[in-house]
């Protein structure tokens, strides 16, 4: 197990040395956690101990189903979950600002709080500051180039990240570090920016999904079977919510896309683990 940002550690210094050594990681209280992308059995975790996850997406240009994923993401977490909306000023008009914040806040339900920034605009910057001092520690996450390292240092109001164009071919920065560091904010909190995160593939995320999609779910209650896929079968409340216009189909289609993503991945551990567990008993056999 290898410590991330966040962790409380028990550091034991050896007699002799200069350095210590990490003896114990505690406990985690909240923790980011994504499929491996190099390895998609097994999982990573990327921060811990953490209030807050802010997903920071481009208000023009809104990638619907990034956002959809990241709220899965965010929501396992068990932190509470924010939407910054960045870049604002490059809206064509104010009516454009309400009608994404408005599509975005109904998209995230009533927990996630969704603001409108754009970090030449200080009110909008001092109301995601106002929102960090009140939870504690933020962590931020998004696509390279929604803005994150220009927030982080408008917040911080001194350059403590890079900000540049990313090279999209390798998704590295001018600057080659991948370091995620705590900034702490004048004002209280702080904020843990994550470049680097490119893959965000889920792992167990029953819970997020549940959170991210209260609305489907909600709907599922009333399906006639407990574990209703809600394609073919009869008495699908999901359905008729879509029929009736209650729901909308492409928010159908998100669901049952992400729901069968964490049920392959589940499929998928569970085979490996049973793999694992047969060479393990093979290995033994072998011994005796
Ligand atoms: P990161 O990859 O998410 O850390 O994004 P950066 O902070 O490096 O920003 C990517 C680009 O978007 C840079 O060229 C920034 O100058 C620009 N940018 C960041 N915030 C804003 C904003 O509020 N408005 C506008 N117009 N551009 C922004
Ligand atoms: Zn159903």
């Not at 028990?10 to 499929?35: A, C, M, N, W």
């Not at 409340?237 to 896309?257: K, P």
């Not at 049920?263 to 683990?273: G, I, K, L, M, S």
Request: charged share 30%; aromatic share 2%.
């Amino acid at each position: 197990m290898r410590a991330v940002i966040g962790d409380s550690v028990e550091i034991e210094l050896p007699e002799g040395h200069d350095k210590g050594v990490i003896g114990q990681i505690y406990e985690r209280g909240t923790s980011f956690v994504r499929r491996d992308p190099a390895d998609r059995t097994t999982h990573q975790v990327l921060a811990a101990n953490f209030d807050l996850v802010v997903i920071a997406e481009p208000l023009v240009q809104l990638n619907r189903k990034r956002l959809e994923r990241e709220l899965v993401l965010a929501h396992e977490t068990g932190a509470d979950v924010a939407i910054v909306l960045t870049k604002a000023d490059l809206a064509q008009d104010p009516t454009e600002v309400r009608a994404v914040r408005d599509e975005v806040a109904g998209l995230a339900g009533r927990d996630v709080r969704v603001l409108v920034m754009s970090a030449s605009d200080a009110p909008s910057v001092e109301a995601v500051r106002a929102l960090v001092a009140d939870s504690g520690t933020a962590i931020l996450i998004g696509k390279s180039g929604v803005g994150k390292s220009t927030l982080v240092n408008v917040l911080a109001g001194e350059q403590v990240q890079d900000v540049g164009e990313v090279r999209e071919h390798d998704g590295k920065g001018r600057h080659t570090t991948v370091d995620r560091v705590m900034v702490d904010l004048p004002g209280g909190g702080c904020v843990v920016d994550m470049p680097g995160v490119r893959g965000l593939g889920l792992w167990d995320a029953d819970v997020g999904l549940g959170a991210a999609f209260a609305d489907v779910e909600a709907f599922a209650q009333e399906c006639r079977f407990r574990d209703c896929k809600h394609v073919d079968e009869p008495g699908c409340a999901v359905r008729a919510a879509v029929q009736s216009g209650e729901l909308s189909q492409l928010r159908l289609d998100s669901y049952r896309s992400l729901a069968a993503e964490v049920e392959q991945v589940r499929a998928r551990r569970d085979e490996a683990r049973h793999l694992r567990g047969e060479k393990a008993s093979d290995r033994k056999k072998r011994k005796r």
